[in-house]
């Protein structure tokens, strides 16, 4: 089964991909839409998020090859910028892993990555906290702690709903599982495009960690963290998100 992606500017000359947090789907890249107009542009709703809920089951590897057949098959010259956040990083650094030679420019903000498997005393305790959390996944007391920790606008909270609701509990555990435990993937090395590693300043912790081990394993990476704002920041401030991809696009 293939994922759904919503395609604009089909007649431009350079693609851009944009993959989306967890828990979410394509629309929180509404903005980008309208301020890219002049690029080609690509949103997939990845494996079991939005109206891409029935393709499961989920992984990090299994995104990140259906996003390069996209490349392949529907990107200028087969060939694509690429632009994450959270859980779409993620798959942006597999994917630098596995075929750097569909990837131009790159922008990633929120990824999570480990350098290190996990303790067994910590899998244990995220067992326990995906048992607990699962449950209440659409209780609408749940639901407003992210749209508060997120900051997520008022016309779009009936979104951030909906696509919580769309997400099935199954589906859920393996992409959290699969988020949390990220792990950097081999021959980084290679990837030798410009790649800008970002952090929103009110981000979380060990995501500011792993911003420092990504530059380390990326070649020709640079490093900056946008002021002000938290973990889905292209949502929060749009205009400064959007200033900054277009220069970073432009830099090379």
Same mark, same amino acid.
């Given at each position: 089964?293939?994922?759904? /992606? !919503?395609?604009?500017? #089909? +007649?431009?000359?350079?693609?851009? &991909?944009? =993959?989306?947090?967890?828990?979410?789907?394509?629309?929180?890249?509404?903005?980008?839409?309208?301020?890219?107009?002049?690029?080609?542009?690509?949103?997939?709703?990845?494996?079991?998020?939005?109206?891409?809920?029935?393709?499961?089951p989920f992984s990090v590897q299994s995104a990140?090859?259906?996003?390069?057949?996209? /490349? !392949?098959?529907?990107? #200028? +010259?087969?060939?694509?910028?690429? &632009?994450? =956040?959270?859980?779409?990083?993620?798959?942006?650094?597999?994917?630098?892993?596995?075929?750097?030679e569909v990837v131009n420019h790159v922008l990633i903000s929120g990824a999570l990555v480990r350098n290190s498997q996990p303790t067994e005393s910590f899998l244990k305790l995220l067992d326990n906290l995906i048992a607990l959390y699962l449950p209440d996944k659409d209780k609408t007391i749940r639901i407003m702690s992210y749209?508060?920790?997120?900051?997520?606008?008022?016309?779009?909270?009936?979104?951030?709903?909906?696509?919580?609701?769309?997400?099935?509990?199954?589906?859920?555990?393996?992409?959290?599982r699969e988020t949390i435990l990220f792990k950097m993937p081999d021959n980084l090395e290679h990837a030798d495009m410009p790649v800008l590693v970002m952090t929103g300043e009110k981000d979380y912790r060990i995501v500011n960690e792993s911003a420092l081990n990504l530059l380390n394993a990326l070649p020709n990476s640079k490093g900056a963290m946008a002021l002000k704002v938290g973990h889905l920041w292209n949502i929060e401030n749009p205009e400064m998100f959007n200033n900054v991809l277009r220069s970073w696009l432009k830099r090379y």
């Open positions: 089964m293939s994922l759904y /992606i !919503k395609e604009t500017g #089909k +007649n431009n000359d350079e693609t851009i &991909v944009f =993959l989306h947090n967890e828990g979410i789907a394509g629309w929180m890249w509404d903005e980008q839409l309208k301020a890219f107009s002049d690029y080609h542009c690509i949103i997939p709703d990845l494996p079991g998020h939005g109206k891409s809920a029935e393709v499961k990140a090859g259906m996003v390069i057949d996209i /490349i !392949k098959n529907n990107a #200028k +010259n087969g060939k694509a910028h690429l &632009v994450g =956040l959270s859980l779409g990083a993620q798959i942006a650094v597999q994917i630098l892993s596995t075929a750097p749209v508060r920790s997120y900051n997520i606008p008022k016309n779009l909270r009936s979104k951030f709903k909906e696509s919580t609701y769309v997400i099935e509990p199954y589906s859920l555990d393996k992409i959290l």
